[in-house]
């Protein structure tokens, strides 16, 4: 079955490191999203790409980035990771047409920056 | 402007009917989507409405109204499971872009 999946599932890292999630999806989605989720926030969109590489930048892109090699992987590399960074990043893939546009997503991946 | 805004918390009675309003300013709107998702997991896709009316699907129901710029979530014979958040997301038909609201967290009690 088609799916999207996410990794590492946990990750703890220190301020100052480079870290990168990795999301993958089989579906062969052109639409492709990096969001955050935070208590009293809910979902805030991060990047997003339409297409092999194209990117563009959400309401909280500072800090982060993504590149799009090609359709299945949108690696989200958070440059300088930032105790603010710690939150929970779920990755999002859909398949690009205008009407009934669902987004289907990862199973998230719970960051710690300490 | 953007924004979506639904109520933080409800509660309710296994068996019984709850109704989760969600308000919406969307540029560009294209329709209306409630995920759910339950502690600790992805939000899973539930409904999506782009008309004006309501939209059955088994214990779940949408309404929406462009007009008022307001949809609701109907649950029906809610059963222990249910307790979960509810997101209303607001698309954009021009970025294909979705705007969440904070989510409801429901909790179905015995």
Request: proline share 2%; with cysteine; hydrophobic share 30%.
């Amino acid at each position: 079955d088609a799916e999207i999946t996410q990794s590492p599932r946990h990750k703890i890292t220190e301020t100052g490191r480079q870290v990168t999630l990795a999301c993958h999806q089989t579906w062969n989605h052109n639409n492709m999203f990096w969001y955050r989720q935070d208590l009293g926030h809910g979902l805030r969109l991060i990047h997003y790409s339409y297409g092999v590489q194209d990117t563009n930048k959400g309401e909280v892109s500072d800090g982060y980035s993504v590149s799009r090699s090609n359709t299945e992987d949108l690696p989200l590399t958070l440059e300088s990771a930032a105790s603010s960074q710690t939150s929970v990043y779920f990755c999002a893939s859909s398949e690009g047409t205008i009407a009934k546009n669902i987004q289907y997503f990862g199973a998230g991946t719970r960051l710690s920056v300490l | 402007g953007q924004n979506i805004d639904q109520p933080t918390e409800m509660t309710a009675t296994e068996g019984a009917i709850v109704q989760i309003n969600c308000t919406y300013q969307t540029s560009g709107f294209n329709g209306l989507f409630w995920y759910q998702q339950h502690a600790g997991e992805a939000p899973t896709f539930l409904s999506y409405n782009v008309l004006d009316g309501l939209e059955e699907k088994g214990r779940f129901s949408s309404f929406l109204s462009r007009s008022k710029g307001y949809s609701y979530l109907l649950l029906k014979e809610l059963q222990m499971k249910d307790s979960a958040s509810y997101l209303c997301a607001g698309s954009n038909g021009n970025t294909g872009k979705l705007i969440f609201g904070q989510g409801t967290t429901l909790q179905v009690k015995p």
